[in-house]
């Protein structure tokens, strides 16, 4: 797609979306665009016009061929005197029309065919693979826009409570009850808090940018995302048995089994190719100014042709010895991803478990945080505490809110990730049906 097109697009799909992308939505852009899985068909598609090429060695065939032929003189003899009788005249002139049936009585072509529709097949199954790598994709990035954006609000509260202390700071010094030093302090926080408000908003932007190029649409268009609550995810059911339902989820794994079988039906085909092969064809010829002695103008013919491959070098052989190795490397393949897929669910777990108590212990330090920062200015406007305790209230403020941001979308992106690895949108249904 060019580039004027895909804006296009851009700005027909945010036409027709009203308020803010769901992340459904951009799962929904994003599959439709993802050029992993446009490649994807393209291969599935390519597999089956092989297993239509395929089909078509156990069908009859027909062909038509022209001969002529031109010899140094015709040939010709005298019966009795009777006068010179062509026997074979001096050109010839044939038509001959085939029809030809093979009979599979190996069994090879068909095994072929079976292989074939199994590689499509694991194809097919690849192509999930890629749409459940998408959507993590585009929940990670999702995520991460929400989180950047949480993050600037919360350097944003942060500037608002600098600029409050630099006024009260301000006014102290007026009324006396300040030195310059306090003023000066809490303008040098002010400007820091700042300064990181601006980084918070770059990183939005880049977030934002990311994750229109997973969605597969201008990096420049402008979105917002709806919120994403954690209490919407069923985070706290029991996970067990996952793992075990990852196995047999994860179309990866199923992918490679579909291969290794599709590999032992093509092995089976290729010991078979020095069976015998039979093959009947029907001739039926016509002479063109069919002349000399004895011609005939038409004539059909049936043939029965069996075939017994005697030596073939070593080619059998060697396709055998092939497809014991692709076997082979299928099966290391498939240990790999069995054990891969099997860490992957382990560790998202883990994140969760550990994203979970973060977010517990994150909340309660939000909530005494801000109940320092209310008492430190209560003292603070009674003239029992300094400036210095009222910038460390608010930083620790601060800290305390980003961290309560971070360990959020931690949650969800730990949810996010186990998704993906079990290769399931609904944990809960498979939850309830591994531990049932």
């Known amino acids: 797609m060019n580039p004027t097109a895909l804006f296009l697009w851009a700005v027909a799909h945010l036409a027709g979306q009203s308020g803010p992308m769901t992340m459904d939505q951009a799962i929904e852009a994003a599959l439709e665009h993802a050029f992993s899985i446009r490649l994807a068909e393209v291969d599935i598609s390519k597999s089956e016009q092989v297993t239509r090429q395929l089909r078509t060695a156990l069908g009859p065939t027909l062909s038509a061929q022209g001969t002529y032929t031109r010899f140094d003189r015709a040939t010709t003899s005298d019966f009795g005197g009777s006068g010179s009788v062509v026997i074979s005249p001096i050109d010839q002139k044939k038509v001959d029309l085939t029809l030809s049936m093979p009979i599979d009585i190996s069994g090879t072509k068909r095994l072929a065919i079976s292989a074939n529709k199994k590689l499509t097949q694991a194809g097919r199954e690849t192509m999930e693979a890629q749409i459940n790598t998408v959507k993590g994709s585009v929940r990670t990035a999702y995520l991460n826009v929400l989180k950047a954006r949480d993050l600037m609000s919360v350097r944003k509260e942060a500037v608002a409570l600098r600029e409050a202390t630099v006024k009260n700071a301000r006014l102290g010094l007026e009324q006396g009850s300040l030195a310059k030093v306090d003023v000066v302090q809490a303008e040098t926080q002010l400007a820091a808090a700042q300064g990181e408000l601006i980084i918070a908003q770059n990183q939005y932007g880049l977030a934002k940018k990311a994750l229109n190029s997973v969605i597969g649409r201008p990096v420049e268009t402008e979105f917002e995302v709806a919120e994403v609550q954690v209490g919407e995810r069923p985070l706290t059911q029991k996970l067990e048995g996952l793992q075990e339902s990852a196995i047999g989820t994860r179309a990866e794994v199923r992918s490679l089994k579909t291969t290794l079988d599709a590999y032992d039906t093509s092995l089976k085909a290729a010991k078979r190719l020095l069976l ?5 064809s029907v001739v039926h010829s016509r002479n063109i100014d069919a002349g000399g002695f004895g011609a005939r103008k038409e004539s059909t013919t049936g043939v029965a042709v069996v075939s017994f491959p005697i030596y073939d070098g070593g080619n059998v052989s060697y396709q055998v010895g092939q497809y014991k190795e692709d076997q082979a490397r299928v099966r290391v393949l498939l240990e790999q991803t069995l054990l891969g897929v099997s860490f992957e669910v382990q560790q998202a777990m883990a994140n969760h478990a550990d994203a979970l108590a973060r977010l517990a212990i994150a909340t309660e330090a939000v909530r005494l945080s801000e109940e320092a920062l209310r008492v430190i200015q209560v003292k603070y406007t009674e003239g029992e505490a300094i400036q210095i305790e009222v910038d ?16 959020k979308y931690d949650v969800l992106s730990a949810y996010a990730q186990l998704q993906k690895a079990v290769g399931a949108d609904d944990l809960g249904a498979k939850a309830e049906g591994a531990n049932s």
């Open 392 to 407: 460390r209230a608010q930083t620790d403020l601060t800290t305390a809110k980003t961290n309560l941001v971070i360990a």
């Open 276 to 280: 015998p092969d039979v093959r009947l």
